[in-house]
């Protein structure tokens, strides 16, 4: 069952913080690192500032449906929705983030 959040702050393009201070992970893809000491390269870290920037347009200050699924690195990961449409999807879409399967391997954004 989805429960209302309002997003407080985007940490990158798939992690964000509620008014309430939880972390949330959205669920299903992996968008590229915006920090040096966690990207692979260069590339990663500036696409990984644009992929929060994506997320930013989209989310901030708003209300989200949150459907959680999970815990990861004391993160709640959940799918996420605005107005009926998955973030997730919207965010694969505008090339921001890739689909991901949860313990596969992660995207490369080196390349």
Not at 27 to 53: F, K, Q, S, Y
């Amino acid at each position: 069952m989805a429960e209302l959040a309002t997003v407080a702050r985007i940490t990158d393009g798939d992690t964000f913080r509620t008014a309430t201070g939880e972390r949330i992970r959205i669920a299903a893809i992996d968008a590229p690192e915006t920090m040096r000491n966690r990207g692979r390269c260069a590339l990663e870290i500036v696409r990984g500032r644009a992929a929060r920037a994506q997320l930013r347009d989209l989310i901030e200050w708003r209300r989200v449906a949150l459907t959680r699924t999970g815990r990861s690195y004391n993160r709640t990961v959940a799918l996420v929705s605005v107005d009926g449409r998955d973030i997730g999807t919207e965010m694969v879409w505008r090339g921001a983030a890739r689909h991901w399967r949860r313990y596969g391997p992660k995207p490369d954004w080196c390349r």
